[in-house]
């Protein structure tokens, strides 16, 4: 946050107002200092706040105007008097003459000791630089965690980059949904600093991503933030940074497989939707994509979403009426669509042969976080549209 004439003024322990009501209200102050001297500028430049008893100030009008133009000219902020100490107030075409060169004339309580001003400007203007290094922090954090999720930066790299931010191995990857971007980075916020727990983290739409260390520490901020009322996908704890591209797609499977309104799941705490298939994201990847992979394709080449029309199609146990009202499609555009589908991965959804491996490989692929949850999922198209 940057401190201004404005904020001085709005500082209760200031005790400031503006004798320039208006005027440069919003100029940058970045230090105060005391300058009794008739030519501050010399001694003072840019973003300072002159603070004088009025022993510098010229008394004839003319005078005046040469002093406020000089602090003018080197970028002083502003010049703040003692409302009862000056010999010669400032007269007023001086101060109409201020007004003119947009340059704040402001008047200082007697009992304000100017140390006391000085050190409220000082610890304002700190916050404000805290306040802008942790938000930078945070965007570097956020294009870190990315990075390093993609896998693209080779693990002995990525433990270097990752070391100054104080997050210790093993780590845990979460994904966390709740109501508002801004909201969710707030209780993550919160929780992490009550816990005193190192934090990375990165949006992703309406959901956040985070990394830290595994241990007692997450459990409890983890669960903090489902108590505010977010819903949380953990992945299982994990040793090296290659590994977190996996760990990522078990949190978002958890994520999915969280049912409840608030809490958290960890990825190999629910059951799979079927006896059959295996609990390793990457297995459950290759099963999905040899019955899947060249619908995705033509879905990516296409800008189509016939892979989302058959996973619902199918959890609507093949219901042409529910699948297609759920689609927001007419019957004969989610028919025309089915018998592409069928084209495009060889299978005939009238076997129950092929629907089960059909089922199977959408099971899959939600389990490994290659397919959005339904509720997650956007409408497919207006009626009469044919993909």
């Given amino acids: 946050m940057t401190f201004t004439v404005r904020s001085l003024l709005d500082l209760p322990a200031a005790r400031t107002v503006s004798l320039t009501p208006g005027v440069g209200e919003e100029r940058v102050i970045t230090w105060a200092h005391v300058c009794e001297q008739p030519d501050p500028w010399r001694w003072l430049g840019e973003g300072a706040l002159v603070m004088t008893t009025g022993l510098g100030v010229p008394k004839t009008t003319d005078e005046q105007c040469s002093y406020l133009r000089g602090m003018q000219a080197v970028g002083i902020a502003a010049v703040t008097v003692d409302e009862h100490m000056m010999d010669a107030s400032f007269s007023e075409p001086a ?111 309406d959901q956040v991503l985070l990394l830290a260390e595994a241990g007692d520490a997450l459990g409890r901020a983890l669960d903090a933030i489902a108590t505010a009322g977010a819903r949380v996908g953990a992945s299982a704890p994990f040793d090296g940074l290659d590994e977190l591209p996996n760990a990522v797609q078990q949190a978002r499977s958890a994520l999915v497989r969280n049912h409840l309104a608030s809490g958290v799941l960890h990825f190999g705490e629910h059951e799979t939707t079927s006896l059959f298939l295996p609990s390793s994201a990457e297995q459950l990847r290759r099963i999905a994509n040899q019955v899947l992979g060249p619908l995705r394709t033509y879905d990516e080449q296409r800008g189509t979403s016939l892979t989302q029309t058959l996973r619902v199609f199918l959890e609507e146990n093949r219901s042409w009426v529910r699948a297609a009202e759920r689609l927001f499609v007419h019957r004969q555009t989610l028919i025309a669509r089915i018998s592409r589908i069928e084209k495009i991965i060889d299978r005939d959804l009238s076997s129950i042969e092929d629907t089960a491996e059909c089922w199977l490989a959408v099971q899959a692929a939600i389990s490994c976080g290659d397919l959005e949850p339904a509720e997650a999922a956007a409408p497919s198209g207006q009626p009469g549209e044919v993909h």
Avoid at 142 to 148: K, Y
């Fill in 95 to 205: 101060l109409a003459y201020a007004a003119h060169i947009g340059f704040p004339v402001l008047s200082t309580a007697h009992e304000v000791r100017y140390i006391t001003l000085a050190m409220a400007v000082a610890e304002a203007v700190q916050r404000g630089r805290d306040k802008l290094v942790q938000q930078t922090e945070q965007r570097y954090g956020a294009l870190l965690l990315a990075e390093l999720c993609t896998g693209a930066i080779p693990g002995p790299s990525a433990a270097r980059l990752l070391e100054p931010h104080g997050i210790r191995q093993p780590s845990l990857v979460a994904v966390v949904q709740g109501a508002g971007g801004r909201a969710v980075h707030h209780q993550i916020r919160e929780a992490f600093a009550a816990q005193q727990l190192p934090v990375l983290t990165a949006a992703e739409g």
